[in-house]
């Protein structure tokens, strides 16, 4: 399972981080990350970690978020520096494990709301 929160309403240029718990090692799967959803849009990829390497982060983000591991807490962290209204959407953790299959798994999702 996974349970994310840190979500909340900040004004433009504010920060905020959200945090996923994972109920298993971070590290047995072969993706983990952050993705969003605004309202009428579709699902999109911000920030994940992709086989150990660097992190792969979204164009729109331009340095603004930083994804962490906590492998003692097995979390997830997304740091996000100088919100945007544009970045007004559902964040959602996700991970991913292959083995044979794909499985996929995702957070409950946690409001993030820019005003301008």
């Known amino acids: 399972q996974l349970q994310a929160s840190g979500g909340g309403l900040v004004q433009a240029g504010g920060s905020l981080r959200l945090a996923c718990a994972v109920s298993?090692?971070?590290?047995?799967?072969?993706?983990v990350g952050w993705y969003r959803q605004a309202p009428g849009k579709q699902r999109e990829s911000v920030a994940t970690?992709?086989?150990?390497?660097?992190?792969n982060y979204a164009e729109f983000v331009n340095g603004r978020f930083t994804i962490s591991l906590d492998s003692a807490k097995n979390m997830i962290h997304l740091q996000m520096n100088n919100l945007k209204p544009e970045d007004t959407a559902v964040y959602y953790c996700?991970?991913?494990?292959?083995?044979?299959?794909?499985?996929?798994?995702w957070g409950q999702g946690t409001q993030v709301t820019v005003s301008s």
């Open positions: 996700n991970v991913v494990r292959r083995v044979k299959h794909e499985y996929t798994y």
């Open positions: 298993q090692n971070i590290f047995t799967f072969n993706s």
């Open positions: 970690f992709v086989g150990g390497r660097d992190p």
